[in-house]
């Protein structure tokens, strides 16, 4: 998700920055850094929200920021502790990014945890690949997210979709199959 958001914001001419947090995943940096490299980009990282706050002040004032986050485990309370710490040390809002097709309990539960650190909002990736999505339902009713963009592509050009009340009808009752 993440390598789509930069991908879009250089393809539209616009500056953007990229810095990771995710330095502890084997091969989390690596791969996102192999996104930049081919976007032109430098990546920074950050092992705490100190050097978060220092990453994010070396960035360009005009730049959009992205920052890659690990996936943490919501029921993890010193994993959400964490993020949440490192969202506040640069008053950024967290973004649930979710998987469609996961169980509606689960999923409401998962987006009660990011909630409960600040996020707003929910980006629904592998909407290609699923058929239920009761559980991207349960997850923005329940945290009261909004939806913010949806992904139905694994490619990274093809990137990120806004979506609305009719896109999100359409989606949840096509005219043909998906």
């Known amino acids: 998700t993440v390598a789509k958001l930069l991908a ?7 500056a ?13 940096v690596e791969q996102l850094a192999a996104f930049t490299r081919i976007l032109s980009l430098t990546l920074a990282t950050a092992d705490s929200p100190r050097m978060l706050t220092d990453a994010l002040a070396r960035c360009r004032s005009d730049a959009a920021i992205v920052i890659d986050a690990p996936g943490c485990n919501p029921y993890s309370a010193a994993d959400m502790a964490e993020l949440g710490a490192h969202a506040r040390a640069v008053d950024a809002e ?36 699923a058929r239920r999505l009761g559980g991207l339902l349960a997850a923005a009713g329940g945290a009261r997210l909004g939806f913010s963009e949806i992904s139905i592509t694994p490619h990274v050009a093809d990137g990120l979709s806004s979506i609305d009340s009719l896109s999100l009808a359409r989606l949840l009752l096509p005219e043909r199959p998906l």
Request: net charge negative; no cysteine.
């Open 16 to 28: 953007v920055e990229a810095i990771s947090i995710d330095i502890r995943r084997a091969g989390g």
């Open 8 to 14: 879009r914001e250089v393809m539209a001419g616009r």
């Open 94 to 129: 967290p973004v649930l990014v979710m998987a469609a097709g996961g169980d509606p309990v689960e999923a409401a539960d998962i987006a009660l945890a990011f909630a409960e650190i600040g996020a707003h909002r929910l980006v629904a990736t592998r909407l290609d690949m």
